[in-house]
């Protein structure tokens, strides 16, 4: 909490609720103004009256992290045991003395939230991951795969590592910040797809990142669109990001991996993983590319196998003029060709033919 000299345009930006404390009556008047249930008239008009009375007012910083309600962790965590973060807070490696000052929510996923952070007018990415035990295994497993990756080679398809320390009993890793995902591409082209110019990038660095991972003997489990962020706004280079789910080749797993959409049928079927399932995901984020939707939206993982099979025999069984009868999507049935191909190499090959 600190005080300021109020100014109106300060409150109107702001996008989640913020809390304003008496600070003559030390904190018993407290005001939550929430924007989302308020105009934002109402606010200006309530923090006009408040200064009418001539109080020195403080505000708490806007929280960050949603929900924002402290429940875990001695009032540190919320319920979902995410840290909660305010605007400006300091998050510090206490062995190091790094300091990164929290700017902006990036984006929150199942093990924890990202901030933009700031370090001597530098940009970064803080992954703060959820302070559940099973989650911070799993997130010292991949910091120590990202650090080896980055000691073999830094490749520039692949996320480096900066930083980590543990933060508030939370585990943090810090990262480049990088520009947007492919998903919010999608999302601006108002979900018509990418120019066939455009996928080849990506997919040409996405397939090259994939073939170093698989190189080392090591599967990713989590490539969809989500995780493959450009490098900045120029939208030339990628980097693949999300190692959590990652897996070492001979390991077997007994529970699903890979995000519903991009799931291979093998996993589905509960075979043995290979690398191929990567691949399986590469086809999928290509079709998205470039219908601007993802190719299969099971609901399920039997209803996804389902549309896999049902999509998949079309192609076999029909030539192309049955397929025009039946108004069966051209660009669906001309990306499908790339599912026959999971080697990388090959299947970047059956690309180029599929894309000329
Ligand atoms: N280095 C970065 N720069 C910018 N944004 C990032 C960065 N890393 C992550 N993000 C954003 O945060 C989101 C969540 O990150 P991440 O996928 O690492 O979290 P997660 O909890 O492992 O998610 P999931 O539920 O997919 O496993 C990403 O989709 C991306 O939008």
Known sequence: MFNLTLSFSQFGIQKTHFQLYDCQNEGLKSKQLQRDKQPIHLVTIKIRQLLQFNQTISVIPRILTQPSAAVYNDGLDNENYDLIVRLDDVIINEKTGNQYIAKELLGAGTFGSVYRCVKNNSNFAIKIIKNINAYNIQSMKEIKLIRFLNKKQEHE?????????LFKNHVCIVFPLLGFNLEELLQETKYQGLSLHMIKNILKQLIAGLE?????????CDIKPENILFTDNTAKQIQIIDFGSAT?????????????YYRAPEIILGYKKTCAIDMWSVGCVAAQLYLGYPLFQGTSSFDQLSKILGLI??????????????????KQSKMLGLFYQREPKLCAQKFEEVSE
């Open 313 to 330: 025999s079309m192609y076999f069984i029909m030539n192309h003029q049955i397929q025009y009868q039946l108004r069966i999507d051209p």
């Open 248 to 260: 070492e080749l001979n390991i077997n797993l007994y529970y699903y991996i890979q995000s519903l």
């Open 157 to 165: 398809s692949i996320i480096k590592l900066i930083d980590y320390f």
């Open 212 to 220: 170093f991972l698989h190189s080392l003997h090591w599967v990713h």
